[in-house]
């Protein structure tokens, strides 16, 4: 990780990218606080969280594809900088809020941040790739991102309870406006591509990239299904802690802070073991997620509880970075801004799905019979994954993307897609691809 920090360039887009998860998450919390203080609602914060959430992945990939043309020094530096506006204006609003504004501008934050997240992630291959260290540099990202998602609501947590909700919302523009200032000031960023083609064009195109790479889409597929299993524990793990652990505010704490010791932990390994072939860690860290929510499920007490909440955490900490650095290396340059786009709206939206699921699951039987249908869920998938990643093996990167392949009458051509990038992982011994 130190060789991938020792270039300026992606120094300034690790640091950028750091505060602005620590600003996304700090905002939810303040604005979750100010709704429901102001409406005593849950219907409400789940309205804000909807908004903040969930709405924003129908923009990003339009959002990624208008941001590729344009500097991305530039383009982070506005994005950041409306940011900014838009806690000011919140800050103002926050002192006597109207729950439909609050809930558009949590909207407007959603949605930069995301897009954000996807200019960050697609200027991190140009900056990195032609040295070689992209996974290197994946791992201080997923660190950074796994340290802020413990370290975010915390603070937020802190400063609501010292200072006020306003406060906390006037230091977190404040924290954008560094981040713009940090962006636009920096040198060596990728100058984007100057394509003249309209951007719904390209947009379609990008569409059209994804659903036919013989990678990237069950990558992206299998990811989005995962994603709903994965987080059909979020809403209901007070509920476990309190009804099948038979415990309280503590025990809900302790599973907590297990699960985010785990992440830290799967971050640093996989700053250590990311030469392996990544198949071999996308299975591998799936499967671990999976065994553990078993593990949840059939725990007697908290003390195997939380032992398997760390073995989660762990396998959180390392499944989502790996999944990003196979789809990276398998796209090409001029493509890399479209797929991270819509990466990262399918990583928005598979939460809200994952959170309704749950919370049905636990409603109507047990959060015992939740963590084992979201357990069992991801193991059949990685079986199902490996067993036509084995049948499909040696036939699909030719078949699909031949010269003659009809995704080569795109504007922006596809025949030459990242060749040598899919032989290597096409040649790893081991499974899955997740369909």
Known sequence: ??????????????????????????????????????????????????????????????????????????????????????????????????????????????????????????ATVGVLEPAGILRQGNAVLNLAFSSMSIA???????????????????????VFAICAVVMGTSRGLPSGHVDETPWLVRLRAGAAYVAAHPIV?????????????????????????????????????????AWGAGVIIGSLMFARVHSRPLPVLIAGSTVIIGFAYVGMAVAPSLGPAAAAAVLGGIGNGMQWVVVVTAIQEAVRDDMQARVAGFFEAIATAAPGVGFMLGGVLAQVFTPRVAFATAGLGVLFVVVVGGTLWVLRRGTRDVVAFRADH???????????????????VAAAPTLPHVP
């Open 217 to 257: 889409r069950p990558l992206v597929l299998g990811e989005a299904l995962l994603l709903v299993l994965f987080t059909m524990a979020s809403p209901i793990e007070i509920v476990y802690a309190k009804e099948s652990l038979g415990g309280g505010d503590a025990t809900y704490g302790t599973l907590l802070t």
């Open 406 to 424: 009809p995704l080569a009458a795109i504007d922006v051509p596809v025949a030459e897609v990242g060749t040598v990038a899919m032989a290597e």
């Open 1 to 122: 990780m130190r060789t991938a920090l020792g270039i300026p360039a992606f120094r300034r887009l690790a640091v950028g990218y750091t505060l602005n998860e620590l600003c996304d998450w700090m905002a939810t919390v303040a604005l979750a606080v100010l709704v429901y203080d102001q409406t005593g609602s849950a219907l409400a914060t789940a309205t804000l969280f909807f908004s903040a959430k969930f709405l924003p992945s129908l923009f990003v990939p339009a959002l990624a594809v208008r941001a590729e043309r344009f500097p991305v020094g530039r383009c982070l530096a506005v994005l950041y900088t409306v940011e900014a506006a838009a806690f000011v204006v919140l800050s103002i609003v926050a002192r006597d809020p109207w729950v439909p504004l609050v809930c558009a501008l949590a909207f407007a934050d959603g949605t930069i941040a995301a897009t954000g997240r996807a200019v960050t992630r697609s």
């Open 152 to 174: 975010g609501p915390a603070l937020a947590g802190f400063l609501v309870a010292g200072t006020s909700v306003p406060t906390l919302i006037e230091i977190t523009a404040v």
